[in-house]
Nanobody
């Protein structure tokens, strides 16, 4: 019914930048909240950034002032601009969307920060 497709993952050097994209497709719908979660090796999945339909943004303390979440409602797409990347940011990043109280998850995209 609803698919979330992430793109933009890969290898980046410390201090570099990367932009993740997540496009929601399927039958016409209205998305409430969209978010990016991440899971580092040996750690629990955590919320990195979230944006509501009104544009209200929240960030984890670990990414605040370095990451920026945004959305294009016409395209049902959410973005995560990641700057000043650190090795600690290495994780699988998952796109999340809430539609009519239902939860949808993307497949995840690997981001590796290493020299």
């Amino acid at each position: 019914q609803v698919q979330l497709v992430e793109s933009g993952g890969g290898l980046v050097q410390p201090g570099g930048s990367q932009r993740l994209s997540c496009a929601a497709s399927g039958r016409p719908f209205s998305i409430n909240t969209m978010a990016w979660y991440r899971q580092a090796p040996g750690k629990q999945r955590e919320l990195a950034a979230q944006i509501t339909s009104y544009g209200t943004k929240t960030y984890a303390d670990s990414v605040k002032d370095r990451f920026t979440i945004s959305r294009d409602n016409a395209k049902n797409t959410v973005y995560l601009q990641m700057n000043s990347l650190k090795p600690e940011d290495t994780a699988v990043y998952y796109c999340y969307a809430q539609v009519l109280s239902a939860n949808y998850w993307g497949q995840g995209t690997q981001v590796t920060v290493s020299s």
